[in-house]
């Protein structure tokens, strides 16, 4: 899938109804894959459905509002911005290509420390998606897409990810239909058991994606 240029995306989204003037100003300044003093300033990228965007504090609002979660907007919305600034990649926020409604996220990170079988130099994947939008593949393709761009962003040969134990088939289902495969057991930063997954970018150059 190849990233919408930054002038379509800015023309397209701007006339969205939920579009602030901030966010489309931003949009209008995008320049290429450079990340510069914003995360905002990175190419967005664009499926036939979604339009992914750097994670920033522009969207935590939205984000608490889809998630249900003030809290965990305010931490991730943070923490993307910096992961961007600071790494030149990070996570994506998921938008409605038609309306601009905030979907969720497709998050590419460094680990960091306290995952029990990802080290902290280790690139980790997530992905949630808002309640009255889950089972129409949009994790899938939203990270999918966030993913491709990752290894010429990012210059890494792997991702990780971890899958809690227990009710989480559809989390599983994802990771394998990306080409992740399981490389071990491990725990959670609050001591929680997980499976830890693990995609080589040799395997999903061979998978085509």
């Known amino acids: 899938m190849q990233p919408e240029t930054p002038q379509d995306s800015a023309a397209r989204l701007g006339q969205c109804s939920r579009m602030t003037p901030e966010r489309s100003a931003i949009l209008r ?33 939205e984000h608490a509002r889809a998630s249900g979660n003030s809290d965990d907007a305010l ?16 996570p994506w926020a998921i938008r409605d290509v038609g309306d601009n409604s905030f979907l969720g996220a497709a998050e590419l990170r460094f680990a960091g ?9 280790e690139v980790e994947a997530g992905w949630w998606v808002r309640e009255n939008r889950r089972n129409q593949g949009i994790a899938t393709e939203a990270t999918r897409v966030a993913i491709g761009d990752l290894w010429s962003r990012g210059g890494v040969e792997s991702v990780t990810a971890y ?18 495969t399981m490389r071990g057991q491990g725990r959670g930063r609050s001591g929680e058991p997980m499976t830890v997954y693990e995609l080589l970018r040799a395997v999903w150059d061979r998978r085509g994606g």
């Open 29 to 61: 300044g995008i320049e290429g894959h450079s990340v510069g003093d914003s995360a905002e300033q990175a190419i967005a990228l664009r499926t036939a459905r979604l339009i992914l965007t750097p994670l920033s504090p522009l969207d935590e609002a």
């Open 75 to 90: 931490r991730d919305t943070r923490a993307a911005e910096l992961q961007w600034r600071e790494h030149g990649f990070g």
């Open 163 to 180: 899958i809690e134990e227990g009710e989480n088939e559809p989390s599983r289902r994802l990771a394998a239909s990306l080409g992740f």
């Open 113 to 121: 420390d306290g995952i029990e079988g990802i080290a902290p130099n």
